[in-house]
C-alpha cells in the first residue's frame, strides 16, 4: 500500500458527460500528479500540483483541468467525455524535493 | 523518435533464472531513474531509484544506469513466479525546476514460470 488514496475504482459513465476523479495524497506529500495510463499511448503525464498551485501541464486536453485543495488533495475533472477517454487514470504523490512518486491504484474510466 | 524506448516483450523465464530488463532514452536532460512494478489492473509500484550513472543494489535487484549510452537496465537474480508483471522504467529531468514529471517506457511484460 503506497498510502495513495483514489476513488472511485472504477467509473461508467456516456459520452458527453462529465466525472470527477478524487486522490488523496501519501500523508506529507505537498506534491501530486495525475497521469493517464492508455494500451496504445501507455503512462502519460497530465498535470502536477504543488501545495495548492499547478507546476507543470503535460498531454492534457482542454476539457480536462485538476484543481489541489488545502487539506492537499486533488481532483481531476474530465468533461465532454468521449470514447477515447477510457482509460486508467493514476495520481502519484512526492516529498518535497524528492523524485520518487507513489501511485494510487487507479480509477478505471470506461466511456461508453 | 520517443523519449523513452522499452522492448515490450512479452518476456518468459523459467523460476530461478536472471531477467534482464532494459531502457533506451533519447534526453540528455534526464537525470533521475527509477524502475516500476505493475501488477494487473493496479497502480505502479517503485521498486529502485538512481540518480545519475551508476549501479544500486536492493536484494535481488539490480539497477544500472549508463549515462554515456543513454542506456539503463534492471536485474532481477533468482527470479519467482510473483515477480510476474509489467516492469516500467521512468525518468525524470535534473534541472532545478519544480517540474519532476515522469516520462515513462511503455513497459516489458514478464511471467515467469514455475
Redesign the interface.
Given at each position: 500500500d503506497?498510502g495513495?488514496t483514489q476513488t472511485p475504482k472504477h467509473l461508467i459513465t456516456a459520452t458527453g458527460q462529465r466525472v470527477t476523479l478524487r486522490c488523496s495524497p501519501r500523508s506529507g506529500d505537498l506534491?501530486v500528479?495525475w497521469?493517464q495510463q492508455s494500451l496504445d499511448q501507455?503512462?502519460?503525464?497530465l498535470i502536477?500540483y504543488?501545495n495548492g498551485e499547478e507546476?507543470?501541464k503535460?498531454n492534457i486536453l482542454e476539457r480536462f483541468s485538476a484543481q489541489q485543495f488545502p487539506d492537499l488533495h486533488s481532483e481531476l475533472n474530465l468533461s465532454s467525455l468521449e470514447l477515447g477517454d477510457s482509460a486508467?487514470y493514476?495520481c502519484?504523490s512526492?516529498s518535497q524535493g524528492l523524485?520518487?512518486?507513489?501511485?494510487?491504484?487507479?480509477t478505471?474510466l470506461t466511456v461508453t | 523518435q520517443k523519449e523513452v524506448e522499452q522492448d515490450p516483450g512479452p518476456l518468459s523465464v523459467p523460476e530461478g533464472a536472471i531477467v534482464s530488463l532494459n531502457c533506451t532514452y533519447s534526453n540528455s536532460a534526464f537525470q533521475y531513474f527509477m524502475w516500476y512494478r505493475q501488477y494487473s489492473r493496479k497502480g505502479p509500484e517503485l521498486l529502485m531509484y538512481t540518480y545519475s550513472s551508476g549501479n544500486k543494489e536492493d536484494g535481488r535487484f539490480t539497477a544500472q544506469v549508463d549515462k554515456s549510452s543513454k542506456y539503463i537496465s534492471l536485474f532481477i537474480r533468482d527470479s519467482q513466479p510473483s515477480d510476474s508483471a509489467t516492469y516500467l522504467c521512468a525518468m525524470s529531468v535534473g534541472s532545478g525546476g519544480s517540474n519532476y514529471k515522469l516520462t515513462f517506457g511503455k513497459g516489458t511484460l514478464l511471467t515467469v514460470n514455475p
Open positions: 503506497s495513495v506534491s500528479y497521469y501507455g503512462l502519460q503525464f502536477q504543488y507546476r507543470a503535460g486508467l493514476f502519484a512526492s523524485r520518487e512518486q507513489y501511485f494510487g491504484p487507479g478505471r | -
